[in-house]
């Protein structure tokens, strides 16, 4: 079983009411919307008696989850009314208009948006699967919040995935993988997108999540020792200089290790393996902590990027510098503001937190005005029908960066987009690579060269007799594949 931890580092426990009002009451003040969320529970709470989940749970554990998730982003009433009743329309016999009697217009509005499409109104599973997946993605044209409570909704999910069978497992992780992480990466929730990604590395390469478990658990030790020394310091000389700011240090999240290592990087050789954020008030002090930092340890210059100057374009902003630190030790320093700490964390939803008052305003307009992603699928929505292919072309448009195929026995393969049979055979191994002389694509025969697509299920056949031809390092995606072709071709 994986264990999920919450931000203060404790395995996660199940959520009670309370700890749900505990968080809500922390930041929500007026009592009209306190009973709002406390009406949404209980009304929930009938609606779902006597269902349960495969893990043998009471079913409102898991909305009242969804909404301690949007709770600790400091969600708006109407969002966490919303979270509680998410599956009422869905999966019992409440309606979109009972709930705008019962509650308002706008939380049956945000319950609707996240209501999949039932399935008696499809011919196929593909084709449900493909139109409620336009559904969420073009919800970002009404209100961003629909993405947001269905992001928390999947997080949940994925957090108790354990109790679903291996295939089911599979199919959701790779589900999250192409939708839900790159939703949460151009919203800017960094925090959703990082745990999301570990949890699907889990169920789809479980020995690689466990290895790099281990050597995390290996080097943990003398990182903390390392980055605790490194920050002891800092700390010292940002006192001295009068820069008010807060630290804290991290080891790269497994996911991202794992990727890493996948391209052929040795654990050593990941230049933000370590890392100390450094949160200060105002702009000139980041640029006055950087300098500190570069004249107490030696700067590795090919690793600065200045993110604040040139900001991401889901508004991601910090300063990233890599110093040769401790022992010998690659070390990122992170430094931003506070406010671009909570917006780096968990994108448009910081502005709850940071914005206050207008916040949901100001989430959509940015949403319309800075992200460049929400044109593209505005305009992809408007040029294309058939919903299957509206999802084929968002996913190439804006997910595009990697691919999950199967093999023959089931098994998943991670290839960057635009990869062929040939890179597929040498992501098997060399032996295999070098020896291709046919594939089958989804029990058709393809030419080797052809073009991969998501959940494609990809079968070799091989001639021990056979070498690979140099033409192929023209039309392979991989530096592996073309790196062997040109060792052993013909």
Partial sequence: MINILRGDGEIMREVTYEDLMDNVKSYINDDESLELISRAFFC?????????????????????????ILSEMKADADTICAGLLHDTIEDTSMSKEKIAADFNETIAKLVDGVTKISKMNFSSREEQVATNTRKIITSLQEDVRIVIIKLADRLHNMRTLEYKSEFKQKENALETMEIFVPLAYNLGAYKIKSELEDLALYYLKNDAYVSIEDKISEMNPEATEITKEMASDMTAILNKHGIPFDYMTRIKSIYGIYKKLSKGKKMSDIHDLLAIKIMTDSVDDCYRTLGLVHNEFAPLNSKFRDYIGLPKTNMYRSLHTTVFGYEGHLVQFQIRTYDMEKIDNYGLTAYWDIKKHNAEYEMQEDLKNKLPFFQTIKDIDYLTNDNAEFVKNVKRELFNKTIYVYTYKGDVVELPAGSTPIDFAYKLGADIGNTIVSATVNDTYVPVDTILQNRDRVKIITNDKSLPNDEWRDKVKTVKAKKLIKKYSR
Avoid at 44 to 62: C, L, M, P, T, W
């Fill in 44 to 68: 929930a709470n009938k609606f779902h008696a006597g269902q349960k989940r495969q893990s043998g749970e009471d079913y409102i554990v898991h909305p009242l989850s969804v909404a301690f």
